[in-house]
């Protein structure tokens, strides 16, 4: 509030973007001064969407929390769920079998594409063109049928338990991946053709929303928004979980720190995402797929942990204290958005609201996991 | 008794070019819905109606029962003035289009100029509209839109004062009729200068942007500012901003076929007065509906392809590229006509 | 960065008496399961990456996590999160910073005590930008004040809470 006090001067107005906005993916408000079409100084409003899941999580039993996480972010909620499942499995000492975590590989990364398919098309949407939405929507559903066939929803997931998951996937599932992954690998250059290489949304793209490497490392910005700016950073091959290092895949970096960097980063992914797929729906052992000695009631020893897992968005982080009850003493998410939407206000001063709009954008918002 | 039949012959038009605009600003809101849809691989409104051609009609009655609100702290004149400024000029236009060699309400010899009168009233719409509404959105739209009107006017201006050189008269029936057939529309006549084609493409190009359809709908872009100028509007009052808009597209149409395409003249070179049976190939005003609705087909497909250039690229655009070319391209027709005499 | 420089530098930055019943020596011990509330642990501890997900422990008190996140900074970690827990029965809010560098496998965690009743810590905001809305968000759900943070206005709460939700003692 002091900033606008100091920044507002005659010239300048106020100007509400959101809460209620097209563009705002999610109620986030942003308060903008501006000087004509320049902004002169933005400040994201948080809180729209704010449910306190963190006190939630000292009132829950460890299992019963675990419908939270899918409500945060809810387009790569299956994250979420690995993040605070392994986290706790951690904690606790539990192993998970060998075919549990390929089935959590496998379905993870499915929901990685469909995030990143409805990212793409709500980014292009802002962005002015209307039709990729839809079909980016067509390839999502084909994801969305697959995922529930295996876990019962569409959306906010609640799949995994300590110890593996709940439910095997049937038979269709791995020839309906694989069909999925051919169909969208055919797809694909379509999208490039038809967006990536379209001169107006190059033109808005190229050089907009400049973020270097060491804002990101100032602010703590992970996940595509750091790849776009040079580093090289992604958990699964920084702090390795689960079996993704017997996958053999690679993590698209770009040097450009601009929205396009941040956009290809992100379309490179979904072709990295299908070669993961492909290799663990063919190497899928058999075998349970709940850990035999998963106690009933979780009471991990006392202490504190940290899990930090690769969401769609950046390194979604859990910090569980326990005090060997069985409902945690503390439980902190750590969401990637946050940490992604906290250089907005310096990355945009002096920007044109077009362009701030479009960084915005390119930051692959999600207000509920900022909010909690 | 001649005064009387003039009168009777010209409220016909009057009511006949009402309708004609009525009936386009309803049912090019079903053509953009359908065209959309199809490009977005669904299907559009097929419930009212057989294939949903009874949508407008649906439309329109919800919009006329909405409440009509103006925000407090707005000027009422102004709120309320605005769609006017942006539907009148656009039905005034139609008096001087020759829908057919007999089918013109007022056959001016300034026909093409007051057009251009009328279509700069456009603007005052937007900008009346955007202020008065005591938004900011608004105002900044407002703004966008006037900086964007008077940019995109210029290149449109010096390509019709290129075409009006060509015709060598700025009535509008007589300018389709020097287009007899194909070879002679003004689009491919080379002997006035090669770069008739890439007049034709700017003077499209300028009429999307004079009308703010995207990819030059900065001053309504949707996912930046609301709905734009037109945010506060409501039920009528936003029918009638959309009414005005298609009428705008139309009238951007009309010229175009008018004065590049050969208005109704067919592309065989047929003469009015041939038999009958070659009714279809004679021309007419179905040969200048085809022309019409073929390029405002163009202009709702190009409106779902693209997307929104920024605002300087806009700019740019023309100021950096369509004003030095049109006006190359005057300055080369002026001298090829000098030196061929055509 | 260099593990052991960082780990010098923070030992420096420890008290030399540590709280109440010290081991006989402050240093660091490999892998020891130290659970967390326990008063008098060493200052830094090398943890089991394994078993607690971050490779190295260091408590601080308040004045010195400036001093400490300047040393990080210039070793070229990033920050992760700022968050807070409370330890009612002993009557202290713990401030837990996480810290990441992006070419090491590992993590670097900075916790500091500070009394419940009058919960008062320097802020790093001027070091580590991002710890400005962790710091913001730590003090709307504990009360925290972060002397010298630029401006402690509630970020998830609502502007005119006076309330802090994760206190253990907090009654909707």
């Known amino acids: ?155 906010t997931y609640c799949y995994f338990r300590f110890g593996g998951v709940y439910n095997d996937i049937d038979d269709n599932f791995v020839p309906g991946s694989l069909a999925f992954i051919k169909r969208l690998r055919a797809r694909m250059p379509m999208y490039h053709d038809l967006v990536t290489k379209n001169i107006i949304l190059m033109k808005r793209l190229i050089g907009i929303g400049p973020i270097s490497a060491e804002m990101c490392r100032r602010y703590g910005a992970t996940g595509p928004v750091l790849r776009g700016s040079g580093v090289q950073f992604d958990v699964r091959k920084n702090e390795p979980y689960s079996v993704y290092p017997e996958f053999n895949f690679d993590i698209p970096v770009y040097h450009e720190c601009d929205s396009m960097a941040r956009y290809m980063v992100r379309m490179d992914e979904i072709e990295q995402s299908m070669r993961i797929i492909e290799q663990a729906c063919n190497k899928l052992p058999e075998g349970p797929i709940m850990a035999e000695k998963a106690p009933k009631i979780i009471k991990p020893a006392p202490g504190d942990y940290y899990f930090s897992v690769e969401a769609a968005r950046g390194s979604f982080g859990v910090r569980i204290v326990s005090d060997g009850t069985n409902t945690p003493y503390r439980l902190k998410l750590r969401s990637p958005t946050f940490s992604n939407l906290s250089l907005f206000a310096e990355a945009s001063q002096g920007m044109l609201l077009a362009d701030a709009l479009a960084l915005m954008g390119s930051l692959d918002l999600v207000i509920p996991e900022i909010d909690r | 008794m001649g005064n009387y039949t003039e009168l009777l012959r010209l409220l016909a038009y009057l009511v006949g070019i009402i309708a004609f605009a009525a009936l386009n600003a309803a049912y090019l809101v079903w053509l953009e819905r359908k065209e959309a849809a199809h490009i977005q691989r669904r299907i559009g409104p097929k419930e009212v109606g057989p294939y949903g051609l009874l949508q407008p009609l649906a439309d329109g009655i919800k919009l006329m029962t909405k409440q009509l609100i103006v925000p407090a702290g707005a000027d009422v004149i102004l709120f309320k003035v605005a769609p006017l400024l942006i539907l009148a000029p656009a039905i005034a236009s139609f008096v001087t289009i020759p829908f057919s060699e007999t089918l013109v309400a007022r056959n001016i010899n300034l026909g093409l100029l007051m057009i251009f009168a009328f279509a700069s009233l456009n603007v005052m719409g937007v900008l009346i509209g955007g202020w008065g509404s005591n938004n900011k959105y608004a105002v900044i739209s407002a703004a966008r839109a006037v900086s964007q009107n008077v940019a995109y006017e210029i290149p449109m201006l010096i390509t019709a004062i290129t075409m009006v050189m060509v015709a060598g008269t700025m009535n509008l029936n007589e300018i389709v009729m020097q287009q007899p057939n194909i070879f002679k529309w003004y689009i491919f006549r080379f002997t006035a200068s090669p770069l008739m084609p890439v007049a034709f493409l700017i003077f499209f190009i300028c009429s999307l942007a004079e009308t703010n359809r995207a990819p030059f709908d900065m001053a309504e872009a949707e996912s930046e500012l609301v709905a734009g100028a037109y945010t506060e509007y409501s039920g009528m009052g936003f029918g009638v901003f959309f009414m005005g808009e298609y009428a705008n597209v139309v009238i951007g149409c009309s010229l ?49 392809t693209y997307p929104r250039t920024q605002f300087y690229g806009l700019l740019n655009l023309s100021w950096k590229y369509l004003i030095p070319i049109s006006l190359f391209n005057l300055l080369l027709t002026g001298a090829m006509l000098k030196v061929f005499q055509s | 960065m260099n593990l052991e420089k960082i780990k010098q530098a923070m030992m420096a930055l420890a008290p030399q008496a540590p709280v109440v019943e010290a081991p006989a020596e402050v240093a660091p011990v490999e892998g020891a399961e130290v659970p967390v509330a326990q008063k008098g642990r060493p200052a830094v501890l090398d943890t089991d990456y394994a078993k607690k997900g971050f490779t190295l422990d260091i408590e601080l008190p308040p004045e010195n996590v400036v001093a400490a996140a300047e040393i990080l900074f210039k070793e070229g970690l990033s920050i992760e999160a700022v968050t807070g827990v409370d330890w009612i029965k002993d009557g202290q809010l ?40 962790h710091e913001r968000e730590t003090h709307d759900f504990f009360g925290i004040k972060f002397i010298g943070h630029p401006d402690l206005s509630p970020l998830l709460l609502p502007e005119d809470a006076n309330f802090h939700p994760l206190l253990k003692d907090f009654k909707a």
């Open chain 1, 1 to 155: 509030m002091s900033h606008l006090a100091q920044t507002q001067t005659q010239e300048t107005f106020v100007l509400n973007l959101g809460p209620q906005h097209p563009a705002t993916h999610g109620v986030l408000r942003v308060k903008l001064v501006m000087d004509g079409e320049y902004i002169v100084h933005a400040e994201p409003v948080l809180g729209y969407i704010h449910r306190m899941h963190e006190k939630m999580g000292e009132n829950r039993t460890w299992a019963q929390f675990m419908p939270n996480t899918g409500r945060l972010d809810y387009l790569s909620a299956l994250s979420y769920n690995f993040g605070y499942a392994a986290a706790v499995e951690r904690a606790a000492g539990i192993t998970v079998p060998e075919r549990a975590e390929y089935i959590r590989v496998i379905t993870t990364e499915l929901n990685r594409i469909s995030s990143h398919l409805l990212w793409f098309g709500a980014f292009v949407l802002d962005l002015g063109g209307f039709t990729p939405l839809l079909y980016a929507f067509d390839d999502r559903e084909q994801i969305l049928d697959l995922l529930e066939s295996v876990t019962g929803s569409r959306l």
């Open chain 2, 256 to 304: 175009a076929t008018i004065l590049f395409l050969g208005g109704w003249q067919s592309p065989f070179g047929v003469p009015a007065d041939a038999h009958w049976s070659l009714f279809l190939f004679k021309p007419g005003i179905l040969w200048f509906l085809i022309k019409l609705y073929l390029l405002c087909f163009t202009v709702i497909w190009v409106r779902w």
């Open chain 3, 94 to 133: 713990e401030v837990v910073y996480d810290f990441i560098d992006w070419q090491w496998h590992g993590r670097v965690v900075v916790r500091s005590r500070v009394p419940r009743d009058n919960p008062q810590i320097p802020t790093i905001s001027e070091v580590f930008a991002g710890a400005n809305w």
